[in-house]
Nanobody
Framework: QLQLVESGGGLVQPGGSLRLSCAAS????????IGWFRQAPGKEREGVLC????????TYADSVKGRFTISRDNAKNTVYLQMNSLKPEDTAVYYC???????????????WGRGTQVTVSS
């Protein structure tokens, strides 16, 4: 069973930054593509970014281009989502998920963390 745990969420002012972590147990993260998704109240879960097994980045949400980046630390078995220039519309629960290949569709993923809340507000 693939286990993922997200952390690093919180309350931040517009224009601020946060770094989310997705830590894996029971498997090596670098054997999987890892996607970050987010879900705002009343909205469908949407793909944000994904890092492939070969460390290529795929961006699914145009709204985060130039502001969010994804990276791996294989020694820590962790994937990060660095979020800069945050906007109120980035407010959501953020989830990481694993599968062999990247996909922007949440229903393609079977292994999920429980999520971490990000709130952007002044």
């Amino acid at each position: 069973q693939l286990q993922l745990v997200e952390s690093g969420g919180g309350l931040v002012q517009p224009g601020g930054s946060l770094r989310l972590s997705c830590a894996a147990s029971g498997f090596k993260l670098n054997s999987y593509a890892i996607g970050w998704f987010r879900q705002a109240p009343g909205k469908e879960r949407e793909g944000v970014l994904c890092v492939t097994r070969w460390d290529a980045t795929i961006t699914y949400a145009d709204s985060v281009k130039g502001r969010f980046t994804i990276s791996r630390d294989n020694a820590k078995n962790t994937v990060y989502l660095q979020m800069n220039s945050l906007k109120p519309e980035d407010t959501a629960v953020y989830y990481c998920a694993a599968r062999p290949m990247c996909s922007g569709s949440y229903d393609h993923f079977n292994s999920w963390g429980r999520g971490t809340q990000v709130t952007v507000s002044s």
